[in-house]
T-cell receptor, first 113, second 114 residues
Framework: NAGVTQTPKFQVLKTGQSMTLQCAQDMNHNSMYWYRQDPGMGLRLIYY???????DKGEVPNGYNVSRLNKREFSLRLESAAPSQTSVYFC????????????FGDGTRLSIL | AQTVTQSQPEMSVQEAETVTLSCTYD???????LFWYKQPPSRQMILVIR??????QNATENRFSVNFQKAAKSFSLKISDSQLGDAAMYFC???????????FGAGTRLTVKP
């Protein structure tokens, strides 16, 4: 009954370092998403993948890349981390059907010094 | 651009009483979905309730219900018989039909007083 699993849960990076956040879902969902959550701003969409092999930019894609490795896995990469990318990152997935809600992972708290 | 506004950064309610959290949204679309998510201190995002815009009947899930006013673009959440476990951040979210881009409000922090 895992749902959406994110790793790691916490990470501290230095400015300029690279990092990949991993996400996997076991619900056979087609769509997957990456969000960032900053204080007072709710969640903002970084990238999403409507199906295996496709990715699209969301509201705040700059400084990030993604890979939809297969149907289960969707990774988020920071090539050169900046302090402005300090945030909590959430991965989510959604099944087929317009009214299907997104199911979220537990988040990754990322701090960039 | 779609925007979601939660005008109450913080709310408090006495245990066993009722509280209403406000949400308004801006859209030119006619087919869309609205959601309320709860985020307790554990950080997990939990779906509370959802509403399809084409349905006139307000959604209800146990102690949680919504007041959906499509013309006013308003989607408020009512929590009845509040419990200590209801204390959390509550986020209103909006998504256009057949679109993957979901927009969230900034959240309302709900405190439940014993």
């Amino acid at each position: 009954n895992a749902g959406v699993t994110q790793t790691p849960k916490f990470q501290v990076l230095k400015t300029g370092q690279s990092m990949t956040l991993q996400c996997a879902q076991d619900m056979n969902h087609n769509s997957m998403y990456w969000y960032r959550q900053d204080p007072g701003m709710g969640l903002r969409l970084i990238y999403y993948s409507a199906s295996e092999g496709t990715t699209d930019k969301g509201e705040v894609p700059n400084g990030y890349n993604v890979s939809r490795l297969n149907k289960r896995e969707f990774s988020l990469r920071l090539e050169s981390a900046a302090p402005s990318q300090t945030s909590v990152y959430f991965c989510a997935s959604r099944g087929f059907g317009g009214n299907q809600p997104q199911h979220f992972g537990d988040g990754t708290r990322l701090s960039i010094l | 651009a779609q925007t979601v506004t939660q005008s109450q950064p913080e709310m408090s309610v006495q245990e066993a009483e009722t509280v209403t959290l406000s949400c308004t949204y801006d859209t030119s679309e006619s087919d869309y979905y609205l959601f309320w998510y709860k985020q307790p201190p554990s950080r997990q995002m939990i779906l509370v309730i959802r509403q399809e815009a084409y349905k006139q009947q307000n959604a209800t899930e146990n102690r949680f219900s919504v007041n959906f006013q499509k013309a006013a673009k308003s989607f408020s959440l009512k929590i009845s018989d509040s419990q200590l476990g209801d204390a959390a951040m509550y986020f209103c979210a909006y998504r256009i039909y057949n679109n993957n881009d979901m927009r969230f409000g900034a959240g309302t922090r709900l405190t439940v007083k014993p």
